[in-house]
């Protein structure tokens, strides 16, 4: 079992950044992916950003590509998201996941195992 805590959501104006981090129970290495996901309200929960822990392959829905970055620190057992040139329309509840094996689509919340609570961010 993976516990996972994200952290650094709030508010910032248009233009501005925010790092978002996923503290696991585990090492990110105990994980075959981990990502990132945000639902804004009345709409599907949708991957934002993944990556593959041990060969570090990232990849990146195409709204968020060039602005967001998805990185990891084993040693902390942590997962980042590092968010620039926020939008308005980035405005959502994001959450962390993470999957124990290899799953197709990256992006589908069905990849997943193991999931935290989520952070909020507003862009306004």
């Known amino acids: 079992h993976v516990q996972l805590v994200e952290s650094g959501g709030g508010s910032v ?7 978002l981090s996923c ?7 105990s994980s075959y992916s981990m990502g990132w996901f945000r639902q804004a309200p009345g709409k599907e929960r949708e991957g934002v950003a993944s990556i593959i ?21 084993n040693a902390k ?6 968010m620039n040139s926020l939008k ?14 290899g799953r197709d689509r990256w992006w589908s919340a069905n990849a997943y195992d193991y999931w935290g609570q989520g952070t909020q961010v507003t862009v306004s």
Not at 64 to 72: D, H
């Open 77 to 82: 057992h942590t997962l980042y998201l590092q």
């Open 23 to 29: 503290a696991s129970s585990r090492s990110t290495y």
């Open 88 to 101: 308005p329309e980035d405005t959502a509840m994001y959450y962390c996941a993470a999957a124990i094996y």
């Open 13 to 19: 104006q248009a233009g501005g950044s925010l790092r």
């Open 53 to 73: 822990t041990d060969i570090e392959s990232t990849y990146y829905a195409d709204s968020v590509k060039g602005r967001f970055t998805i990185s990891q620190d």
